[in-house]
């Protein structure tokens, strides 16, 4: 079956550092991988999505990578900031089945001042 | 999001009752989803619709039913409530635009509790 892994460990890192998010997958081929943001007691909101012949993806302090080999994606925040503390959600097409996505459990993301 | 919105927000109910969660757009999607939201579980689909004549099942539809009343509502129903039901319910939607553009709109979500 279609399975996502986050670390489900919070990461805690200072403010001003570069934060790094992994999503791994396995048993499919997704033809491209989004990235939500979720706050406490929210719904999730949609930050970047990149295709499977897509390596890269930039979108301001945001940047995605998707390495389709080892089944990876890695979500970067650069200079980050205590705003930028909530939880990260990797999210795929399923496989065989067009515009219905499969979640990752999230990683929490604490930014210290 | 403010264009997709839940109703109620919270929810406190009893074993066997019937409830219906509500979800109404102001976007224009045609595509709405319903989604449980368990902790150490993710975002897990119930059930989706790509236009108000298809309704779809998704993994954990059982305990479940759904009515598209229009192309701006969809509506949840928990026809005997139970405890394992206690969850955060999330409606989505999404615009059909093509395969690799599919993103998707949130409502701030129901928490529901079953006693």
């Known amino acids: 079956s279609q399975k996502i892994e986050q670390n489900s460990e919070a990461l805690n890192i200072q403010e001003g550092k570069t934060a790094t998010l992994t999503c791994n997958y396995t048993?499919?081929?997704?033809?491209?991988l989004q990235w939500y943001r979720q706050d406490p007691g929210r719904g999730p909101v949609f930050l970047l999505l990149?295709?499977?012949?897509?390596k890269e993806k930039r979108k301001e302090r945001l940047k995605v990578t998707f390495d389709t080999t080892l089944k990876q994606s890695l979500f970067h925040i650069t200079a980050s900031q205590p705003a930028d503390s909530a939880t990260y959600l990797c999210?795929?097409?399923?496989?065989?089945?067009?515009?219905?996505?499969?979640f990752g459990t999230g990683t929490l993301l604490a930014v210290q001042p | 999001d403010a264009d997709v919105t839940q109703t109620p927000r919270n929810r406190i109910t009893k074993t066997g009752k019937r409830i219906m969660l509500e979800c109404s757009q102001t976007k224009g999607h045609d595509r709405m989803y319903w989604y449980r939201q368990d902790p150490g579980l993710g975002l897990r689909l119930i059930y989706y619709s790509f236009d108000v004549k298809d309704i779809n099942k998704g993994e954990i539809s059982d305990g479940y039913s759904v009515s598209r009343q229009a192309q701006a509502k969809f509506s949840l129903s928990l026809e005997s409530a139970i405890p394992n039901q206690t969850a955060l319910y999330f409606c989505a939607t999404s615009d059909l635009q093509g395969k690799g553009q599919e993103t998707q709109y949130f409502g701030p979500g129901t928490r529901l509790l079953v006693l």
């Open positions: 999210a795929l097409d399923m496989s065989g089945a067009t515009n219905k996505l499969i």
């Open positions: 048993n499919y081929s997704p033809a491209y």
């Open positions: 990149i295709r499977e012949n897509e």
